[in-house]
């Protein structure tokens, strides 16, 4: 799957100061608009303008550890898991634990995760 069109805008946008001294706190796609891969194609969109800056080596995101459809989008945005971090946040008397993931800069011949890379059948 290609980044799409839309997530390269958004992420095209964004000034690289934004990206290197603050963080993002939220990531959030509509209930309406779930489903159709906008989350990978943004996180994978800003990564990939993250990691033109050089001093950017690393991301690292924290996600709560229920949060599964999120992990999953993260993991095919080509971040791994780091650590979990047992009972980090009490919300509604519950404690939550926390996914750290990270992603590592990409060599320079390859800035797009593995299942976003086109590949060409064997001749």
Known sequence: MAVSTEAQKVAAKL??????????????????LRGRGL?????TAISEY???TPA??????????HNHAAISSYRRAGFTLEAILPNTVMID???WSTHVMIRA??????LVPPHHRQTSPPA
């Open 15 to 32: 000034p690289s100061s934004r990206l290197l001294r603050q963080p993002f706190t939220r990531i959030a796609i509509a209930p309406t």
């Open 39 to 43: 989350a990978v194609s943004f996180v």
């Open 50 to 52: 993250a990691f033109h």
């Open 56 to 65: 950017t080596k690393i991301l690292t995101l924290n996600v709560y550890s």
């Open 93 to 95: 008397g519950t404690l």
């Open 105 to 110: 800069r990409p060599t320079s011949q390859n």
